[in-house]
T-cell receptor
Framework: GAVVSQHPSWVICKSGTSVKIECRSL??????MFWYRQFPKQSLMLMAT?????????EQGVEKDKFLINHASLTLSTLTVTSAHPEDSSFYIC??????????????FGPGTRLTVL | SQQGEEDPQALSIQEGENATMNCSYK?????LQWYRQNSGRGLVHLIL?????REKHSGRLRVTLDTSKKSSSLLITASRAADTASYFC????????????FGSGTRLLVRP
């Protein structure tokens, strides 16, 4: 089945540093990937749509300069949290849409990355 | 942005009982999907129902969709302790964005 990986699975960093999270589709190609954040006991909030070879589309209220997204290949998207602060601590989850999944509309989710900013 | 609400927010039942979760949404959709999430883990896709479908089954899962009321329900029959998790509905928008907008979720506890 389609597998999406995320790296790292967890990260602890100091306030003011930048953190990069990778999302990879392991056995399929994805022109579109999505980034979500999830606070404890809450739902997933869509942050942005990552499109291979073009700029990401951000949801309202999400700071583009704060959350940098790069989708350089059909199997890799990265989310960089710049100058992280404690309020950025959250669970970040990516999903990927199979380029061949024209009819299924199924997204495959990564296992998530837990970010803790001290 | 969140598409809508799910109720109940939390549900506690005895093993063997059925669990019903409801989801309401706000805009026209292409399809509606249900996902399961164990604590602190990623999401598992359970079932997808298209806007022109009214009911769908998969094993112990039964999903209904009422587009006139903009609502869906997920029924888990003969629940097991291993079904303990959070369940989310997610709606796929009518545009070509393929975005999924998640509901607020239901935390299910199945007591052994």
């Amino acid at each position: 089945g389609a597998v999406v990986s995320q790296h790292p699975s967890w990260v602890i960093c100091k306030s003011g540093t930048s953190v990069k999270i990778e999302c990879r589709s392991l056995d399929f190609q994805a022109t579109t990937m999505f980034w979500y954040r999830q606070f404890p006991k809450q739902s997933l909030m869509l942050m942005a749509t990552s499109n291979e070879g073009s700029k990401a589309t951000y949801e309202q209220g999400v700071e583009k300069d704060k959350f940098l997204i790069n989708h350089a290949s059909l199997t890799l998207s990265t989310l960089t949290v710049t100058s992280a602060h404690p309020e950025d601590s959250s669970f970040y989850i990516c999903s990927a849409r199979d380029i061949l999944a024209i009819q299924t509309d199924t997204q495959y989710f990564g296992p998530g990355t837990r970010l803790t900013v001290l | 942005s969140q598409q809508g609400e799910e109720d109940p927010q939390a549900l506690s039942i005895q093993e063997g009982e059925n669990a019903t979760m409801n989801c309401s949404y706000k805009t026209s959709i292409n399809n509606l999907q249900w996902y399961r999430q164990n604590s602190g883990r990623g999401l598992v896709h359970l079932i997808l129902i298209r806007s022109n479908e009214r009911e769908k089954h998969s094993g112990r899962l039964r999903v209904t969709l009422d587009t006139s009321k903009k609502s869906s329900s997920l029924l888990i029959t003969a629940s097991r302790a291993a079904d303990t998790a959070s369940y989310f509905c997610a709606t796929a928008q009518m545009d070509s964005s393929y975005k999924l907008i998640f509901g607020s979720g239901t935390r299910l506890l199945v007591r052994p």
